[in-house]
């Protein structure tokens, strides 16, 4: 049995669609079979709400007397993107406000925009002949652009890493706090409502779907940026317009020492056009599978410590090497559990109707890493010879090497040569004005460490982080081999 | 009970037998208390305890003695209003005071916080205050 796009919408038209979400959809296929599922449902209304750093919004403020073309612009602060025509510019969300950086960004105007407050938007020009304004100093709102156009180059990744820590320190990602030695564990994703989790050949979501975007329409302009379908990691590009929207389905974000962003509420309705659909919406949390990946490692290629599946993560806890971690999502279920019940509602009342792609999403595609022409430097190669006194040496012998040698840093070791802690000449200048005698007194005991294959931006960013400048090398033993300090960064 | 901070700074404890001995000292004045969480960090030991409201003020002046400092511990509260339910705070808290309700809405239980303030820079809206 198929239906067509027509016979659906006459439905709609008719008020006698039948819809469901992609959640009460397994129960439908569960009770009922796929065949009967397939004849009865005509559309399985999908969600999602979540972070979408990629976002932003193109808008046009029309021309000042006499004309400005905009060199510089700040909608409430935020520089936003100007390397278009006269007037247009680009708003991105994760640009921070200058003077209040992590706090407002790009998303907040968005969502500011949309809730009709007033915004500050000024902006200098270097001025031509047919552009002769120096400045511009206003309060604009929603009402006063002649277009204003989210458009999310990104959106809607069909599934997301599950991110745990395993380093010793705090972290904060853009999956949110992540608490050392795998204290909690943090997803993203809605699991069986996601909209490419129950389309994942992209056989009607395509270029040209109409969708549920912030709360007014939207449409699916192609494919997203990094779309990766052979890994099951499809994502969309899709545009709406912000006068439609509703503050409700976009909401500025601010992840503590990481950066702004926006989260935007997204619906795709997929018609059950035959059996193969109505199979293909009834996915289970369970069959939605995602890998735990540790983000202590700051490199591309994280390790992947297991695979695990959407009903695991919305249990609350996972286990992670044999301990049970809370686990938490920075998505909202709640926000996507609405939004496929709002498009249901829209469907239902005729509101919404359903349109066939015009092209159909890439499948065959990869996404590739970044080509770097200057490869990779490592501690190895920049690492310099440690200067090295044993615990029992005396301050004086640790002086007179510091001095010998005209290195800052001297690495403590015991008997078997392992690192018992660092001395710096201004812990032996401080050891002589407070007149301490033993080196066990005045060593900095828990030490920051690098290895030979760290990359130099990790070591440098350590250095940065803890106010150091240097850091010895160790091996898996903690064996000292070597020292690297802001001398040889500088010099790489 | 109350719920009190207690940071210890490095400076002051040099091996562990320095830390049994403040916590010894605070036994010796007969004062029973329950750890509730126990954390170290580059600055030192942190401890948030639980002490017999009647006395807070005496274990805050022994503690005060050893140069340890001591602070009240307040609570949290969610502002309803800016959040959005996402869950980015559920994960970290440690009493499960921050939860899911069967709906999947952020519930938040005062009686459950022990104001660790851990979830307090975690929360992408700002929504999680100190009271
Ligand atoms: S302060 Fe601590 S206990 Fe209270 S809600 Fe936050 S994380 Fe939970
Ligand atoms: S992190 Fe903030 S917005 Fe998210 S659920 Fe917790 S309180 Fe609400």
């Known amino acids: 049995m198929t239906k067509t796009y027509e016979e659906i919408n006459k439905k709609i038209e008719n008020g006698e669609a039948v819809v469901v979400t992609a959640e009460e959809m397994i129960n439908i296929v569960e009770q009922k079979g796929i065949k009967v599922a397939a004849e009865e449902i005509d559309v399985v209304t999908t969600g999602t709400f979540g972070a979408m750093c990629s976002s932003g919004a193109f808008l046009n403020f029309g021309d000042s007397d006499p004309p400005i073309k905009f060199e510089h612009l700040w909608l409430n602060g935020v520089h936003a993107y100007h390397g278009n025509a006269a007037v247009d510019c680009y708003i991105g969300v994760t640009r921070m406000n200058d003077k209040s950086p992590f706090e407002y960004g790009g998303g907040h105007v968005i969502e500011d925009l949309v809730s009709e407050k007033p915004i500050h938007l000024r902006g200098t020009s270097y001025t031509t002949d047919c552009y002769p304004k120096e400045e511009v100093d206003t309060y604009i709102t929603l009402d006063d652009l002649n277009q204003a156009i989210l458009c999310n180059p990104r959106n809607a990744y069909q599934r997301y890493n599950c991110a745990v820590n395993s380093s010793n320190r705090t972290l904060y990602t853009y999956m949110g706090k992540l608490l050392p030695n795998f204290g909690n564990a943090t997803f993203s994703g809605a699991g069986c ?256 460490t690098t290895t030979d294959d760290e990359p130099i931006d990790i070591a440098a960013r350590k250095m940065r982080v803890n106010n150091i400048n240097g850091l010895p090398v160790i091996d898996k033993y903690m064996r000292v081999i070597g020292l690297i300090t802001s001398e040889e960064l500088l010099l790489k | 009970m109350t719920i009190i901070n207690i940071n210890i700074p490095v400076r002051i404890i040099d091996s562990i037998k320095d830390y049994a001995k403040i916590i010894q000292d605070v036994v010796k004045m007969n004062i029973s208390f329950d750890i509730l969480k126990f954390s170290t960090t580059p600055k030192g030991i942190t401890l948030i305890i639980d002490v017999p409201s009647e006395k807070v003020s005496q274990i805050n002046e022994a503690f005060k003695k050893e140069g340890i400092i001591v602070e009240r511990k307040s609570t949290v509260c969610v502002d309803n209003e800016l959040c959005i339910d996402c869950g980015a705070c559920i994960s970290l808290c440690p009493t499960g005071a921050l939860h899911l309700k069967n709906n999947d809405e952020l519930e938040f239980t005062k009686e459950k916080c022990i104001g660790c303030l851990i979830c307090l820079d975690s929360c992408p809206r700002s929504a999680i205050k100190e009271t």
């Open chain 1, 193 to 448: 409502l996601n909209p490419l989790c129950n389309d994942p050949d992209y056989e009607t979501i395509g270029i040209g779907t109409r969708i549920f975007l912030g709360g007014g329409i939207g449409y699916v302009i192609g494919e997203g940026t990094q779309h990766n379908p052979t890994k099951r990691l499809g994502s969309l590009f899709v545009k709406g317009n912000l006068k439609q929207m509703s503050a409700n389905y976009l909401k500025g974000v601010n992840f503590e020492k990481y950066g702004t962003s926006i989260y935007i509420g997204l619906g795709i309705p997929i018609p059950i056009l035959n059996e193969n659909m109505a199979r293909k919406t009834s996915i289970k949390d369970e069959d939605i599978k995602t890998e735990i990946v540790d983000y202590g490692i700051p490199r591309r290629k994280k390790p992947v410590l297991k695979e695990v599946n959407y009903k695991e993560l919305k249990s609350g806890t996972i286990e992670i090497k044999g301990k049970k971690v809370k686990v938490s999502s920075l998505s909202s279920l709640f926000m996507a559990r609405k939004i496929a019940n709002e498009l249901k509602i829209w469907i239902e009342k005729g509101k919404f109707f359903l349109n066939p792609p015009a092209e159909r999403l890439p499948r065959e595609t990869v996404f590739k890493p970044m080509k770097e022409v200057k490869t990779q430097k490592f501690v190895k190669d920049i690492k310099k010879q440690a200067i090295i006194c044993h615990l029992n040496d005396s301050i004086n012998n640790v002086a007179r090497k510091i001095i010998e040698e005209n290195e800052n840093h001297v690495a403590i070791i015991d008997d078997d040569g392992i690192l018992k802690g660092i001395v710096t000449s201004f812990d032996i200048t401080r050891a002589i004005a407070e007149n301490k005698k033993v080196l066990s007194e005045i060593i900095t005991k828990k030490v920051i």
